[in-house]
Antibody, heavy 116, light 105 residues
């Protein structure tokens, strides 16, 4: 069974960096695509970016200057870093897998609040 | 960005048929997917690439459409289907609709 689990701080100060980890079990991240999606208060969902089976990345243009997605294949984990956060980045962050056939597997999500 | 437009809410009675629509601002080929999300849970993939049922999803759910207009149909609706339903396209950079909240009368 494929499982994804997000982890990281639930509170980040404005102007700092948000860093999250997605730990994957039951499937190797050297296959498929692995991404980050966030859901804002009020329900809006936003695709942030993904890292592919080969390690290539693609990012939402609206975030391109602030976002980085990396991975550690030895631990079967991938990571999100979002720099220079503001209160507008307060959201529930999900890691998920697959792209062209929809996001098949999702983590449970982690709420990140940006506040001083 | 490819903007996806959904109706905000629908209310139906158990046993009825309901259709939830999603209109794209440009053609997305067949790369439209549908999700169900209940409060406090992660989204669950129901339909991928317009009309393909995801693993473990009941056959009461079906999808159709082409080009810019797509539909998720639930027939018959059950009480457990109370949730918000999102469409999402992956023909261009992925984008999501704002969601349709389905309530049961």
């Amino acid at each position: 069974e494929v499982q994804l689990q997000e982890s990281g701080p639930g509170l980040v100060k404005p102007s700092q960096s948000l860093s999250l980890t997605c730990s994957v079990t039951g499937y190797s991240i050297t296959n498929n695509y692995w991404g980050w999606i966030r859901k804002f208060p009020g329900n809006k969902m936003e695709w942030m970016g993904y890292i592919s089976h080969s390690g290539s990345t693609a990012y939402n243009p609206s975030l391109k200057s602030r976002i980085s997605i990396t991975r550690d294949t030895s631990k079967n984990q991938f990571f999100l870093q979002l720099n220079s956060v503001t209160t507008e980045d307060t959201a529930t962050y999900y890691c998920a897998s697959s792209i062209s056939t929809g996001f098949t597997y999702w983590g449970q999500g982690t709420l990140v609040t940006v506040s001083s | 960005d490819t903007v996806l437009t959904q109706s905000p809410a629908l209310a139906v009675s158990p046993g009825e048929r309901v259709s939830i629509s999603c209109r794209a601002s440009e053609g997305v080929n067949s790369f439209m997917h549908w999700y169900q999300q209940k409060p406090g849970q992660q989204p669950k993939l129901l339909i991928y690439k317009t009309s393909n049922l995801a693993s473990g999803v009941p056959a009461r759910f079906s999808g159709s459409g082409s080009g810019t207009d797509f539909t998720l149909t639930i027939d018959p609706v059950e009480a457990d289907d109370t949730a918000t339903y999102f469409c999402q396209q992956s023909w261009n950079d992925p984008t999501f609709g704002a969601g349709t909240k389905l309530e049961l009368k």
